[in-house]
């Protein structure tokens, strides 16, 4: 395997965990969308990685990591979650901005700097949106849209992380650990009946949202492509 991955292989690193993650096909096709870059981008990108040992391909053609590509994949996607943490719980800054800051600073932080923030966010165990930055305890949820009128609902998570959705999110007054009831929901819109007021998202919005739902859903066979189509690039 190279010494160390590139900033370019990081970023494809770090969607491709993703991607694994929310339990889509790890091709070349998601990675593309997920990534907004062409097929032929991305088709370079992978040999790349490929040659460099991350990633290998399937006899039917899909990606998979390998031991080590894992690994470090992981290490990135935990390292970014830790970095929104820092920036929320210690910086202060509202959680509908700190995905990008964190793209922004997460390939120049020297060893030192990320053992501070580490420290500095004590025992936090999730990103601000919801996603685990420890291994093993991600909850796999239902999405709020599939969730039935009647039902009880606590937010997990956002699983897009695009910034205009989560301004929407937040506008919404949507966060992780909101607790509710699903009072209304049709093809436009969901509304989740929280303590503090109704919460209304559009459908394809509560397509992208995972919760704990009782009763529950059951598990859909496909995932919407809402959670890898947005205008802006998505990144984890
Ligand atoms: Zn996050």
Redesign the pocket.
């Known amino acids: 395997m190279a010494a160390d991955a590139t900033v370019a292989e990081q970023e494809y690193l770090e969607s491709m965990f993703w991607i694994d993650e929310a339990g889509l096909p790890m091709t070349g096709a998601n990675i593309a969308r997920a990534m907004q870059l062409s097929a032929p981008t991305v088709h370079e990108m992978v040999g790349r990685l490929i040659k460099d040992g991350y990633v290998e391909r399937n006899p039917d053609k899909s990606l998979a990591f390998t031991e080590g590509g894992r690994e470090k994949a992981s290490y990135i996607v935990r390292r970014h979650?830790m970095i929104?943490r820092f920036l929320t719980d210690v910086l202060k800054i509202p959680w509908d901005e700190v995905?990008e800051e964190a793209e922004r600073i997460e390939h120049a932080m020297s060893p030192v700097l990320e053992e501070r923030m580490r420290a500095a966010i004590g025992d936090a165990t999730t990103?601000?949106?919801g996603?685990p930055i420890v291994e093993g305890i991600r909850e796999r949820g239902s999405l709020l849209a599939d969730v039935e009128v009647g039902a009880d609902v606590v937010v997990l998570r956002f699983e897009n992380?695009a910034e205009e959705l989560l301004h929407y999110l937040m506008d919404a007054g949507l966060h992780p650990g909101l607790a509710g009831k699903v009072s209304e929901s049709d093809k436009d819109h969901v509304t989740i009946k929280a303590d503090d007021g109704d919460h209304v998202v559009t459908y394809s919005v509560a397509e992208t949202v995972s919760v704990r739902a009782d009763p529950a859903p059951p598990p859909r066979a496909a995932i919407p492509e809402q959670l890898v189509l947005s205008s802006d690039r998505y990144g984890r």
């Open positions: 979650r929104e995905h990103c601000p949106h996603h992380e």
